[in-house]
């Protein structure tokens, strides 16, 4: 027993197995960097990639590496990766400490490069536990509002929701309002981009806070980053034939952008349309000058082909008939989506990424120094 | 793109294809006296090429750090500033630069031909973070292309150790130890580059690592470096194989920094 772990110690520790390991962690990276991956683009992307790639799909695909960062082969190789380290910093600060004692790691000539060493494996540890919590329990949601809009945090109020496997489900159930969007823009790129907001809880204040691009919001353990921000036309609805109601809200669209040119446009999918396998595309014309002044609202109704059967643009406080439908355009608002993470492993792998640094530097600045001094031998 | 900085960035270009060519002459003919008129080309080619990047930051109101033009404007402007300071302090072979002039011309072309209009500086890259990133994302490439440039020359060496031409160059193990402490310093700066991006990343987007194309390319990169470090230390991988490792490592670190979106689109502006 005692010879079997011996053995098993002796190979998990390894350097041998480190290297293959590492090679391993490369080329499925390398997979997941070119093939699409599950979550970055859409099922129906991703099919038509694979029938356009028949023979690689077959070899890649039982591995899962369409969804190579979350395959079994990704998450054993990175654990076994993660118990080499262990186990060979293990071995290495016990083989140091019996050398020359625990003094060894802190003086003498070699006390930096080996504190360099083991704090380096140590916090790539701490880096791999960090990314596991991150991986297990964060709970990553998207949802976009107009001006006004109030969002109470729940999770059928996200429009996109990942949790982690291991998180239990757990919402805050206060509310955000989005009070005010702005944008700034030069030669037609944006410039600035911030969101009021405003939180509340069932009773108490009214907390003020403002969200910018790189200036997240953190509210009861929640970071609000502000993801992208874009215009909601209020659009009224009617059939034509019987007057009936369909729609009357604000429809955020998504912005698209083309260097300085910029379009506004997204789909109802309203059971209406769907039942009759049609699509009402909205967009918000032309991008540049007219937005804020002249808003124009395009309607295209499209067949489940993707074929325009009927359109028609109509200014604010307009109303237009295309198809069977009377569409009346209200009102322009702002609006913005917002990215809220709840990640519990963060904490832990900024840690380590910082105790990596100072790993990597005890290790190499003494070695460096010496390159500096050293006269008359080899080149750098 | 200023007149100024068209006329400045023409005049770079044509001085460092003039040390290159002196360079390379002094390389065949073996005239020494040739070497030091490449090296004062290309001191005075990093001086306009300074002037470049100046007129380019004023006119644009920002670092010139936001497109591929000036990302690789920067970039070059690192590699041969780190290749001239290293070797006015002797330590790294001046022949070197046979492999990093060429490089940097290349790196700057293909910049200049993804267009040089000044764009505004966007609210993602105004984040103290951007510097950090950038710059030590230009150092690394900068150490690392010199150690390409070593492992070129090594595997020449090798190749034909009684090559005429080759003689001034240092022994192979010589040109084996700079390879691999030039790779050190650049996987030190490759790291502060990757912790310095994942926590710009986490107030950008709200994650610090998303597995975006190119982040994981860079990530890539700096294992297959870690891969260079560990296999020389603990199989002891040196010369030729050490060699043909940095120059697969290059190749790797060139998809990071410019062949990503031959694989699809990805979020991470990169050069």
Redesign the interface.
Known sequence: MKTFLNSLLKVLSSSKLALTLVLVVILISAAGAMLPQQGMYTAHEIAQWQEAHPLVTSLLRPLGLFRAFHSILFLVTVSLLAVNTLTCTLLRMARVVRDGGMAVLFKGPAALRNTGFIVLHLSLILLFAGGALSVGLTMDGLTVLTEGQVFKEEHNNYIRLVEGPLRREYHRGFMLRLAKVRVKYEKGYAVEMAADVETRESSGPVEKAEIKINEPFTYRGLDFTLNDVGYSPRVSIRDNKSGQLLVDSFVALKTFRDGPKRTYRDFLPLPVFLQKKQWVVITIIPAMDREENQPLLQVNIEDENGQITAKGSVPMNGNIHVGEYDFAFTALRRSASLRVMDDPGYEIAAIALWLTLIGILSRYIPDIKGWFKASGGPPF | MSNLEIILFWVTIFIYVGAFAVHIFSFITRKERMLKIALWLLWTGLTVHTAVGITRWITGGHPPVTDTYELNLIGTWFTILLFLI?EK?????INIALAVIPVSFLVLGYGYLSGTEI??????F??PWLIVHVIFAWLAFGFYAIATGAAVFLLMKLKNPEGKRLQKL??P???D??GY??I??G??NH??ML?SG???A????????S???LE??S??AF??Y??YL??R???GWKMKRAAWLTLLGIVILAISFWG?EL??PTPHPGP
């Open positions: 290293f302090i002797k330590k790294v072979e764009i505004p500086m966007g609210p993602a105004q984040s240092p022994a193990g010589e040109l130890i700079a402490r030039f050190v310093l996987f030190i790291a502060v912790v994942a926590i710009w986490k107030k950008l987007w709200g994650h610090y690592w597995w975006d194309p994981t390319w990530l890539i294992l297959f870690a891969f560990h296999a230390s603990f199989l990503v694989f699809g």
